[in-house]
């Protein structure tokens, strides 16, 4: 079966860096492009970055453009987002997300971490 | 990238029928036949329940349907159950290439 596990998550300070990763299994990764939501407390979900299959394209939303990179090393089925510039509006739990490989839908997600910007 | 715009709550008895609206723009929800809704219980994962704007996922009840007209889509629940007490988000895809999310609805089971 599908499944998505994150890890990367925990506490850092403003301006600081992060890196999630995101290990996938139970089917073929690099068939698959993906994406990363977020979910600040109490709040609800964003749309983060998406990345295609062969990594030709990736697009970002306008809150972390510049400053998140999302990547993935196909040999190691594992997608990434590397975070810099951290402020504390990116407070939130971060999933990793499959993009379906028949249409533009989320159609597995993971568990979420989470990632908490404060001094 | 302005989040598509659901209502905070909406809320029925067992066995009623609600109905959820998502509104966008020609850019995103008018512009594709690519809008979604997930189910989201409290610190659990999202779930896929329409995609493709009325598609049901294998697996998703039948209570599930979901429409759309012009820039709004719509999810509608029918015969309510208390199970389904959670909050759902609509999403589309984008004319930039980018998705975008509702602001998320309550629904509750009264």
């Known amino acids: 079966q599908v499944q998505l596990v994150e890890s990367g998550g925990g506490v850092v300070q403003p301006g600081g860096s992060l890196r999630l990763s995101c290990a996938a299994s139970?089917?073929?990764?690099?068939?698959?492009?993906f994406h990363w939501v977020r979910q600040a407390p109490g709040k609800g979900l964003e749309w983060v970055a998406v990345?295609?299959?062969?990594?030709?394209?990736?697009f970002y939303a306008d809150s972390v453009r510049g400053r998140f990179t999302i990547f993935r090393d196909n040999s190691k089925n594992t997608l990434y987002l590397q975070m810099n510039s951290l402020t504390a509006e990116d407070t939130a739990v971060y999933y990793c997300?499959?993009?379906?490989?028949?249409?533009?839908?989320?159609?597995?997600w993971g568990q979420g971490t989470l990632v908490t910007v404060s001094s | 990238q302005s989040a598509l715009t659901q209502p905070a709550s909406v809320s029925g008895s067992p066995g009623q029928s609600i109905t959820i609206s998502c509104t966008g723009t020609s850019s995103d929800v008018g512009g594709y036949n690519y809008v979604s809704w997930y189910q989201k219980h409290p610190g659990k994962a999202p779930k896929l329940m329409i995609y493709d704007v009325s598609h049901r996922p294998s697996g998703v009840s039948s209570r599930f349907s979901g429409s759309k007209s012009g820039n709004t889509a719509s999810l509608t629940i029918s015969g309510l159950h208390t199970e389904d007490e959670a909050d759902y988000y609509c999403?589309?895809?984008?004319?930039?290439?980018?998705?975008?999310f509702g602001t998320g609805t309550k629904v509750t089971v009264l």
């Open positions: 997300a499959r993009l379906s490989g028949t249409t533009s839908t989320i159609d597995s």
């Open positions: 999403s589309s895809y984008t004319s930039t290439s980018t998705y975008v």
């Open positions: 139970g089917f073929s990764f690099r068939s698959y492009g």
């Open positions: 990345i295609w299959s062969d990594e030709s394209y990736k």
